[in-house]
């Protein structure tokens, strides 16, 4: 099975509108995944997905669910903190002595 190669959203783009160029000069769909070095099913997922969009459109569109996912992993962040300031604060770190739960608890709070 030959390898995998994961495209970025503008090179998506400039081959939907390749392949469009190939449509209009009168080639089918096996032809014009072909060129495009993809499968058929990869050239109609992508007309799905990117089928409107330009490369700016795109490379924004990215971006936007890469700065998503980051938002998202932030509150899962702090509520571990936050979980971990509460066991210090509790005394629960028998393992730590007074002074070193004290060290701890300024260090996650400085974050």
Avoid: C, F
């Avoid at 997905?49 to 996912?69: F, H, I």
């Amino acid at each position: 099975m030959a390898g995998r190669k994961r495209h970025s959203a503008e090179e998506i783009v400039r081959k939907l509108r390749r392949a469009d160029e190939l449509a209009a000069a009168g080639k089918n769909s096996e032809e014009i995944a072909a060129e495009l070095e993809v499968s058929t099913a990869t050239l109609y997922n992508w007309r799905r997905q990117y089928g409107r969009m330009d490369t700016d459109v795109a490379k924004e569109s990215k971006e936007l669910r890469e700065q998503n996912a980051r938002l998202k992993r932030l509150p899962a962040g702090a509520e571990l903190e936050k979980d971990a300031l509460r066991e210090i604060s509790k005394g629960n770190s028998e393992s730590l002595p007074a002074a070193d739960s004290r060290y701890a608890a300024s260090m996650l709070r400085r974050g």
